[in-house]
Nanobody, 136 residues
Framework: QVTLVESGGGSVQSGGSLRLSCVAS????????MGWFRQAPGKEREGIAA???????TYADSVKGRFIISQDHAKNTLYLQLNSLKPEDTGMYYC??????????????????????????????WGQGTQVTVSS
């Protein structure tokens, strides 16, 4: 069972920076993609940065050039560096993981196809979220 625990959120002024961390409880071989999503008040959750199973990073246009995703496999930890923050970056930030679908295994296949698809990944495991608030 993969559990994800985020930390690092907080309140900053416009132009400030934060670094989010996500610690995964299980070995990397059980995970394909890892990524970050956010949900602003009154809006749907959106993907903002992710690594696919080849290690290629994808960013949403709204954060490209300002946010940097990175990972430390030795620590089973995913990071998101948030720079040049804007008030519209305010929201709950979630770490997410795709669980590798095993051919013939109904459970893993079911989980894969019920996931949230973004950046060519199916995210089905979620952390509890960490709040980021940016004031103008």
């Amino acid at each position: 069972q993969v559990t994800l625990v985020e930390s690092g959120g907080g309140s900053v002024q416009s132009g400030g920076s934060l670094r989010l961390s996500c610690v995964a409880s299980e070995d990397t071989y059980r995970r394909a993609c890892m990524g970050w999503f956010r949900q602003a008040p009154g809006k749907e959750r959106e993907g903002i940065a992710a690594f696919d199973n080849a290690g290629t990073a994808t960013y949403a246009d709204s954060v490209k050039g300002r946010f940097i995703i990175s990972q430390d496999h030795a620590k089973n930890t995913l990071y998101l560096q948030l720079n040049s923050l804007k008030p519209e970056d305010t929201g709950m930030y979630y770490c997410a993981a795709e669980i590798t679908a095993i051919p013939g295994d109904a459970k893993s296949l079911g989980e894969y196809y019920s996931g949230t698809f973004w950046a060519e990944c199916a995210f089905s495991r979620w952390g509890q979220g960490t709040q980021v608030t940016v004031s103008s």
